[in-house]
């Protein structure tokens, strides 16, 4: 019996189908054996690193650098000891001065207000006595009758 086209046609894409569907199954083989490989190569890694632990290592090179800075400081402090004595000497001579102005500057600050205040009042009086004498004249210009033009 001879196949037609129409059952040609068919069958070949029922092949074509199943093809596509085994290259389907195959690529999603390959990205599961992909995810594998690369837990296999995490897990590798961390058996690499535990047996590769150089932790303490590096903890007692820190140990021995922070050791040599510590000896490194004390010597300078001990060398420098005076220098730091003095400095703070200096300090305290500046504090006093500082206070010794502040007192003699605070004496004249309060002479000088209380001499504005004197004068101050002066001035007050004579500004009173005169507003007082303006007010005056407008009072006495108010009682007068305006003309009438």
């Known amino acids: ?28 083989q390959i990205k599961q054996a992909k ?32 050791l040599i800075n510590e000896a490194k400081t004390e010597m ?11 400095e703070e000497i200096m300090k305290e001579n500046a504090k006093k001065l500082l206070e010794i102005m502040k ?13 504005s205040l004197t004068l101050g009042d002066q001035e007050f009086k004579v500004e009173h006595k005169s507003h007082t004498e303006q007010q005056n004249t407008l009072d006495n210009n108010e009682d007068k009758p305006k003309s009438i033009i």
């Open 103 to 115: 007192n003699t500057h605070m004496q004249n600050s309060e002479n000088q207000i209380k001499s």
């Open 76 to 86: 300078f402090l001990e060398k420098h000891k005076d220098a730091l004595s003095e």
């Open 35 to 66: 995810k594998m490989q690369s837990l296999n190569n995490a897990m590798s890694e961390l058996e690499n690193m535990t047996s590769n632990d150089d932790t303490q290592e590096w903890i007692d090179k820190l140990g021995q650098e922070t």
């Open 1 to 28: 019996m001879k196949e037609t086209n129409e059952e040609r046609i068919k069958r070949l894409k029922e092949e074509e189908l199943n093809e596509l569907k085994k290259r389907k199954a195959f690529l999603e």
